[in-house]
Nanobody, 123 residues
């Protein structure tokens, strides 16, 4: 089992940057693909980015491609989401999630979820 705790959210102006972190417990972190999702008020939770267990493969939603970068450090059991050129429409609660077998965008492939961290981008 994996427990996930996100941090790094906050309030930032449009055009600014934030770096989210997700710390995982357990000794099997390196065997999981990791993903980031987000949920804005009144909207469905949507895929943002994912990374394979060995960082060899990544996947991004079109809406964040070129602005966000996902990375991981297996020695620290942590996954990161560097968010640059932020827009007001990026405002949401951001969740990290762990999957045994997928870096895809389907949320049901992710078995473990954190509690989320709020990101607010002002215009």
């Amino acid at each position: 089992q994996v427990q996930l705790v996100e941090s790094g959210g906050g309030l930032v102006q449009a055009g600014g940057s934030l770096r989210l972190s997700c710390a995982a417990s357990g000794r099997t972190f390196s065997s999981y693909a990791m993903g980031w999702f987000r949920q804005a008020p009144g909207k469905e939770r949507e895929f943002v980015a994912a990374i394979s267990w060995n960082s060899a493969n990544t996947n991004y939603a079109d809406s964040v491609k070129g602005r966000f970068t996902i990375s991981r450090d297996n020695a620290k059991s942590t996954v990161y989401l560097q968010m640059d050129s932020l827009k007001p429409e990026d405002t949401a609660i951001y969740f990290c999630a762990a999957s045994r077998n997928s870096i895809g965008s389907i949320r049901y492939n992710y078995a473990y979820w954190g509690q989320g961290t709020q990101v607010t981008v002002s215009s």
